[in-house]
């Protein structure tokens, strides 16, 4: 069965430190993984998305990684903010034009 | 450009009632989905739209019927609605996933509750 497994389910870090978000897949054939920012209330906003040739991908802060051999992803988040508070989702596509897969995401709460 | 717009934001309705959301885009995508997230779960995907004229059953399409008359428009309809269709509905637009990252655009969402 295809799913998308995403670790920690929660996570709570002080303004100003680093955190690093886990996605586990099952997904078979692959096409590309992505990861969604979901601010409360809000729809989500893609800030990457990798092919299985791709094993890294910045925007900003944002560093994602990718290993597909043993299917898994990471979101690297230097320096957080405030702003950062939201939900973080992992999701994966099959073949070109499938239906995507969702993680349940992971909330990161950021204090200061 | 607006992007993916949804009406309304929110909506209670009463238990057999029927409701119509409407999604609209400005980016010319073809494709179009409807989408219900609920606590605890992932989006999970309940129809969708490959272009004017056509539409699929996603994962979750029982108690839903959907039409797509025009290219920017994509409504999704509630004939009897039930309490275990309280959820968050997004809608999002995407272009022909010809290639092998196309990206998907979400909608701001609109919050049902059946009761």
């Known amino acids: 069965k295809n799913q998308v497994e995403q670790s920690p389910q929660s996570l709570i870090i002080l303004e100003g430190k680093n955190c690093t978000l886990q996605?586990?897949?099952?997904?078979?054939?692959?096409?590309?993984l992505r990861w969604y920012k979901q601010d409360t209330g809000r729809g989500p906003v893609s800030l990457t998305i990798?092919?299985?040739?791709?094993n890294t991908k910045s925007n900003g802060r944002y560093t994602a990684t990718l290993d597909a051999d043993t299917k898994q992803s990471s979101l690297h988040i230097t320096a957080s903010q405030l702003s950062d508070s939201a939900s973080y989702i992992c999701?994966?596509?099959?073949?070109?034009?499938?239906?995507?897969?969702f993680g349940k995401g992971t909330t990161l709460s950021v204090s200061s | 450009n607006a992007g993916v717009t949804q009406t309304p934001k929110f909506r209670v309705l009463k238990t057999g009632q029927s409701m119509t959301l409407l999604c609209a885009q400005d980016?010319?995508?073809?494709?179009m989905y409807w989408y219900r997230q609920d606590p605890g779960m992932g989006l999970r995907l309940i129809h969708y739209?490959?272009?004017?004229?056509?539409?699929a059953k996603g994962e979750v399409p029982d108690g839903y019927n959907v039409s797509r008359l025009k290219k920017q428009n994509f409504l999704l309809g509630l004939e009897s609605a039930a309490p275990s269709q309280t959820s968050v509905y997004f809608c999002?637009?995407?272009?022909?996933?010809?290639?092998?990252?196309?990206?998907?655009?979400f909608g701001p969402g609109t919050r049902l509750t059946v009761t």
């Open positions: 980016m010319n995508h073809e494709y």
């Open positions: 990798m092919t299985f040739s791709e």
């Open positions: 739209s490959v272009g004017e004229g056509t539409t």
């Open positions: 999002a637009s995407g272009k022909i996933p010809g290639l092998l990252a196309y990206e998907q655009y």
């Open positions: 996605c586990n897949y099952t997904v078979s054939p692959f096409s590309n």
């Open positions: 999701v994966v596509s099959g073949q070109a034009g499938t239906a995507l897969i």
